[in-house]
């Protein structure tokens, strides 16, 4: 799963993402790429990997997909019904242990607002859930409700592209 990528992967995805983003805006090799990654509204690889199983384990938590009991502590298992936090259960071996879905997807929950984990829809959830993430990748990046910044300076097919966030 996707708990268990490798560094060696993580690496070549990143790579993907970089050519994919230099390609589109006819970045040269020296150009910086993280520019190019906010215009696009691109998560980072290790934000986009926490994306997916927080979207997993919210349509687990809300009947939406199909997941084996012993893969995730369901909601018999939440610390609290009032908070909407799951259990991590104990790690055995430290090196593959904590990669299992298992224990990854309530430490990746467990991190998120509770804004986020109680959305009603998953529409809403995910519309959260990237905007919060996306801070998190581009930390220095002001992220009003009408944020343009860098784009403009770039362009995307002979346009410029403007981003909006929730």
Known sequence: MLTAVLA??????V?????AARLIYQLR???HITDALVCLHWLRIPERIEYKIALLTYK???GMAFVRVADLPGRRALCSAVTNRLTVPAVKLSTMGSRAFSVSSPQTWNQLP???TSATSLSTFQRHLKTFLFRKSFPDIIADRHFSGPCGNLNYLG???KIMLD
Do not use: P
């Open 8 to 13: 060696r992967q993580a690496a070549a995805a």
């Open 114 to 116: 509770e804004e986020i």
């Open 15 to 19: 790579g993907v993402e970089t050519a």
């Open 60 to 62: 687990v938590m809300n």
């Open 29 to 31: 090799s020296s150009d």
């Open 159 to 161: 346009h410029s592209k």
